[in-house]
């Protein structure tokens, strides 16, 4: 079992920062796929950005791509969102998910509300 914590979250204005945590624990994140999602109210869960389990590839959604950087620390098990320019469409519950061979964690999310 992999708990995962999301932390970070918050009330920001629009073009401010924010920068999230998902400290996981029960288990080594290393070999894990990690990604950030978000749902939005009234919408359905998106993906956001994913990383892979060294690091070394990324993908982000479009509507985040130059703006949102993930990163991980696998020393820390916890991996990061790095969120910049922020919009007010950003806002939403932002969760965290491990995925490996198929089976999947999540965490309880953590509320980003941006304001104009």
């Known amino acids: 079992q992999v708990h995962l914590v999301e932390s970070g979250g918050g009330l920001v204005q629009a073009g401010g920062s924010l920068r999230l945590s998902c400290a996981a624990s029960?288990?080594?994140?290393?070999?894990?796929?990690m990604g950030w999602y978000r749902q939005a109210p009234g919408k359905e869960r998106e993906s956001v950005a994913r990383?892979?389990?060294?690091?070394?590839?990324?993908y982000y959604a479009d509507v985040v791509k130059g703006r949102f950087t993930i990163s991980r620390d696998n020393a820390k098990n916890t991996v990061y969102l790095q969120m910049n320019s922020l919009r007010v469409e950003d806002t939403a519950i932002y969760y965290c998910?491990?995925?490996?061979?198929?089976?999947?964690?999540w965490g309880q999310g953590t509320q980003v509300t941006v304001s104009s």
């Open positions: 998910k491990a995925e490996r061979f198929g089976v999947e964690y």
């Open positions: 029960g288990r080594t994140l290393s070999s894990y796929i």
């Open positions: 990383v892979s389990w060294s690091g070394g590839s990324t």
